[in-house]
């Protein structure tokens, strides 16, 4: 499974987009980018998945590069709740639990 | 629908003791998996069940073991405790193998 590297912390402000970035240079054709987040005191929340395609839902997009060796988290408007661990993990979406979740980014959301 | 539950929350062992784990799955959901998180660590797959089968292993000793009932309620367990083996237990269930996984709280877990 591909390893994934996203940057420790990251900082927004209230109302205001945030883009959280994922490198997975090493991503098979087969494998697919997992977003999870994680709020404190809490498991991890599933947030969005994608294979080639960009993806929306009702919490955030997902912006993958044409290469498939990195994407981006998009959430459109961070609120105080956004304020989480974000984990990037790629790999197959089929049997295969062997996800390595890395340390995710830590964001925090000002008022 | 009731999320995924997690018994008990909190526990504290000593070295050398075992430790059972619980986990209850949503409603439906028959595939259930089990991580470890520590601070240096971040999350570490330790197995998946799928109706009561194992499917997927992890890289951790034989100590850690598990199993899943035919409710597709999962135990996790852990023999001959070591200080290392403190960390918060997650547990994530799933309609099917593969598929959108929902957490449960954890168990945090200390060893003394």
């Known amino acids: 499974d591909a390893k994934t590297t996203q940057p420790n912390s990251m900082e927004s402000n209230e109302e205001e987009p945030v883009h959280l970035p994922c490198n997975h240079s090493?991503?098979?054709?087969?494998?697919?980018i997992h977003w999870y987040r994680q709020l404190p005191s809490q498991g991890p929340e599933y947030v969005i998945h994608g294979l080639t395609s960009n993806v929306n839902n009702r919490m955030a997009s997902l912006a993958i590069a044409e290469d498939r060796k990195s994407s981006t988290l998009i959430l459109h408007r961070a609120t105080l709740r956004d304020a989480a661990v974000y984990y990037c993990i790629s790999g197959n979406a089929g049997n295969n639990r062997k996800l390595i979740w890395g340390l995710g980014t830590s964001l925090a959301v000002n008022p | 629908k009731a999320g995924v539950t997690q018994t008990p929350r909190y526990l504290i062992k000593t070295r050398g003791q075992q430790v059972t784990l619980s986990c209850s799955p949503i409603s439906g959901h028959r595939s259930v998996s089990w991580y470890q998180q520590t601070p240096g660590q971040g999350l570490q797959f330790l197995f998946e069940y799928f109706s009561e089968t194992q499917r997927n292993k992890g890289n951790f000793p034989g100590r850690f073991s598990g199993r899943q009932f035919s409710n597709s309620r999962s135990e996790m367990n852990v023999s001959t405790l070591e200080l290392g083996d403190s960390a918060l237990y997650l547990c994530?269930?799933?309609?099917?193998?593969?598929?959108?996984?929902?957490f449960g709280p954890g168990t945090r877990l200390t060893v003394l």
């Open positions: 994530a269930s799933s309609q099917t193998s593969g598929g959108e996984q929902f």
């Open positions: 090493t991503i098979s054709g087969t494998d697919y």
